[in-house]
C-alpha cells in the first residue's frame, strides 16, 4: 500500500508540475543534478540525470540513446555516456519519448555531439521541429530538433541484434511514444518496457464554445483511455519512466549495489503505473469538468 500511495503522490506532483514557462528554476536544478551511469539490466544502461532519465541501450553494432532531458541536459548525458566507455560516434539513433522540454530539451545537442539521427512520433513531430508544443503557450520552449524519420505505432528500431519496438501511447502529449525491448540478465529473458509520460500534465482535457454551452472532451480523453487500454494489454518485467520517482529509481539502484542484481525486475510495476496514472487522469477531468474556466 506504501508504494501504491506513493505512486499516487508522484502522479499527482507531475499533474501539477508540467514544465511552464514560469517553472521554479530551483526545480530545474533539482531535476537536473548530476547522476553517476550505471547499468541497469541486461544492455540498458542509465545516462539521465537525478531527475530526469535518459537510456542507452548497447549493442555490438552501435547504440540507441533515448531522451536528453532539459537543454541543460545534454553535456551531463554526454559526460554519463563516456563514463560508461562507449563512444558518441558509436550513437545510431536518438529517440524521444514525448515533446516536452523535460525530455526534448537536450536532443538538438546531442544529435550535434553525435552526428545520430533523431527517430520520433508523427504527432510529436510538429512540436520538435517548433522547438515547443504547439498550443501551449504556457509551457517553455527548447532548441528545435528534427526527426529524420518518423515511426507509426508497432514499426521498430533495430541495431545489431537489438530491437526497440514503438508504442504509441498518446495523452501527454499527441505523439507520446513507449518503447519495448527483449534483453536479458544471467542467461534470464528480461522484457523492458521504456514507459512514456501518462500524467495530464496541465492538458486542456475540456473545452467549451464560445458564447457558453456545455463542456466538451478534447482529443485528449480519448487518447488516454485508448493509451491506458493499450498498456493494459501488455506486459513488461522492468518498467523504466521518465522521471525518476516514478519508477523508485534511487530505491531500486540501492538494492541494486546491495547485490540484488534483478533490482528493477518487477512484474506487477505497469499495471500499478497504469492504475495510479488512470486514478489520476479520471481526477483532473473531473476537476476540469466542474471548472467554469475550462
Known sequence: MTRLVTLAAAFALLASAAPTAAQDAAQRRQWNAPAAPFRIVGNVYYVGTA????????????????DGGLPESAPLIVANIRRLGFRLRDIRFLLNNHSHVDHAGGLAALRRASGAPLVASLGDSADLIAGRTIGRSDLSGFPPVRPARTIRDGAAITVGKTRLVAHLTPGHTNGATSWSLHTSEGGKPIDVLFLSSLSVAGRPLVTRPHGGGPARDTVAVAQFRNTFRTLATMRAD?????????FDLAGKRRAQR?????????PAELPRQVASARAAFEHALAAQRRSPQS
Open 258 to 266: 546491495a547485490g540484488n542484481a534483478l533490482a528493477f525486475v518487477d
Open 51 to 66: 531527475g530526469l532519465s535518459s537510456f542507452l541501450i548497447a549493442d555490438p553494432k552501435g547504440l540507441v540513446v533515448i
Open 238 to 246: 522492468v518498467v523504466l519512466s521518465y522521471h525518476a520517482e516514478l
